[in-house]
């Protein structure tokens, strides 16, 4: 696959990516395309290992090791080496419904399980499946496809992000009626409000909307299951039910002053931002404004990071993000053996433009929050904070411990919150009598995607917990099947 000795012979090149200084200015996509020769030559990077590990997604001390989806990534490697671009298009659609969306949002679990990157730079993967893809639409190679037969069946798919989409796709290419119902006004789930415009284009989510509209899936938005249509109506109108709803309760942080104004969970405020954005390039107002503001943020993951990027695009005075746990290692350390996720410190987009913009790193590590200070008005002004260290509790486990003397305040006029998610909504779950796991999450029959309820499944972060977006269309896939071989006897999928 590639070149005998393209690992050998060319290094790992990524593409670049817009100044920070300038791109904040802007709700864009940052990243520059390498150019075909480039691309080519990373590609030729694929050593032929015999055994990939890329493609084979699995959990390894809880983290994903190779792609979750199995996208034959040694073939498509090969074929773009060899300028077979058409053909490593029908390759990478053959696993993946959207690599349009993982090219961008994935953090690439495939290259951290590549046998490259065993003694060395893993292959590109990532930014290869991104140019593959992005070429297929430019040519016009990506057309839509109407399904070859009709069942007659009818499924219904509630929630419309990444497994919801996948889910939805599978179930017509097997020729059954696809209904998706939405709860917000845009089509697309945590991939249109979860994401920053300047991370996944909403053209680009929107275009892939449309070419599965134009194959035959309906799409319904602004109708919530439980509350604008009776799960009972839902049941008796199709004869499957597919619950992709996501696992959207935040995790909340329950300090002195938590009921401050001022204090928003992250996804109001990314979701405020880019509805205004979308519906009127910020001109509504209808956003969270953090203007000229001090904003804390707390939380180290994805979300965070969006958060900070976001908060800068709106003018903040001052952006700091803490975060409870350690710095991670400059480099991977024996305890963490490939093929294992390398837990090395990564410095993201949002940090990269803070650090540009402010002089200074905006993470603060070991960081834990005391309690919200108020003004004489009730509004948040700042937050007082301790340094911690982790000990070994008599159980054995983890804990923090304050360290005396560390206490700071810090300034603070806008709070985001972006903690993670405690699991799934209700409502809905209680009205079809859905049974949930020790986690919260939607009860399955592992690898069924079965619930309690007769005919109703589930997929998703709805099923599996908070995740990644490419493990959310493995969810859908695998659901899909599920649900053909219940309403058909047998399945191709």
Known sequence: MGKATGFLEYEREVPGELDPLKRINAWKEFAIPLEEEKLTIQGARCMDCGTP??????????????????????EWNDLVYRGSWKEALKRLHKTNNFPEFTGRVCPAPCEGACTVGKSGSPVTIKNIEKAIVDRGFQEGWITPTMPTAHTGKKVAIVGSG??????????????????VYERADRIGGLLIYGIPNMKLDKGTVQRRVDLLAAEGITFI??????????????????DAVVLCGGATKPRDLNIEGR?????HQAMEFLTRSTQSLLDSELEDGKYLSVKDKDVIVIGGGDTGTDCVATAIRLECKSVIQLEIMPQLPLSRQPG???????????????????????????RRYLTASKCFIGDANGNVEAIRTVEVEWSKNPQGGLIPVEIPGSEKVIPANMVLLALGFTGPEGGMLE?????????????????????NVPGVFAAGDMRRGQSL???????????????DCYLMGSTEL
Not at 167 to 177: I, M, R, S, T, V
Not at 259 to 263: A, K, P, R
């Open 336 to 362: 963490n053996p490939w093929p294992e996720w390398p837990k090395v410190m990564k410095t993201d987009y949002g940090q990269q433009e803070a650090t540009k913009l402010y002089g200074t790193d905006p």
């Open 259 to 263: 009921e401050l104004n001022g204090i």
């Open 469 to 483: 977006v490419v493990w959310a269309i493995h969810e859908g896939r695998k659901a899909a099947r599920e649900v």
């Open 53 to 74: 590990f890329c493609h084979v997604g699995r959990l390894i001390s809880g983290m994903a090791s190779g792609c979750p989806i199995h996208n034959l990534i040694p």
């Open 221 to 238: 938005t602004k109708q919530e299951i439980g509350k604008d249509i009776t799960t009972e109506a839902l049941r008796s109108q199709f």
């Open 162 to 179: 990444p497994a919801g989409l996948a889910c939805a796709d599978q179930l017509n290419k097997a020729g059954h009626d696809v209904t």
């Open 431 to 451: 009205q079809l009598g859905i049974e949930r796991d020790e986690r919260s999450n939607v009860k399955s029959e592992l690898d069924h995607y079965t619930t």
